[in-house]
């Protein structure tokens, strides 16, 4: 993970910020590009391992609550799936885009500011950026997610504090 040692002061305030909105009891809802669904999966799986050694973590696909996101068309479509997701979770909600930036899903993580994206081939303020003509980009990916969760241990069990971060 030696490329991720420059890019670390892009990642920590990003991250630092989302665990704690995470940990605070905001739900995430995970949204990929269709190429990176399958690492949609594996993210699932990754974060909420079922072995008892951390709590599980409000951590679902935007999919699963609503499958008809490739359906939305419009602005008004967008902000009646904002409605809905307010009233589905009062604590409040964040989502984790992963993908290309110009991807019609991307819109959706787009249109709100404390989104968490990891954006291909898209440089944008509050995102991190990837490039999507890497060809060790899936490794990467796997990588992020694996220090993500590193990240959320740490927290989780004080041995980081995320306010010295933000």
């Known amino acids: 993970m030696s490329w991720m040692e420059e890019r670390r002061f892009d990642w920590v305030p990003l991250v630092a910020s989302s665990i704690d909105r995470l940990i605070n009891a905001q739900t995430f809802l995970l949204v990929t590009d269709k190429k990176r669904e399958w690492f949609s999966r594996y993210i699932l799986g ?9 709590p599980l973590l409000p951590i ?3 999919g699963t609550v609503f499958p008809y996101i490739d359906n939305l068309k419009d602005e008004e479509q967008m902000s009646i799936l904002e409605d809905m997701l307010s009233l589905s979770f009062p604590a409040g909600y964040t989502f984790f885009y992963i993908g290309e930036g110009s991807d019609k899903r991307a819109k959706i993580a787009k249109r709100k500011n404390d989104s968490f994206s990891w954006l291909l081939d898209e440089k944008v303020q509050n995102s991190f950026f990837l490039d999507g003509s890497d060809e060790n980009l899936d490794i990467k990916l796997i990588q992020l997610i694996t220090l993500f969760d590193k990240s959320i241990d740490a927290i989780l069990f004080s041995e980081v504090d995320v306010q010295g971060a933000l």
């Open 60 to 62: 679902v696909s935007l």
């Open 46 to 54: 990754k974060l909420n391992k079922y072995d008892g050694d951390r």
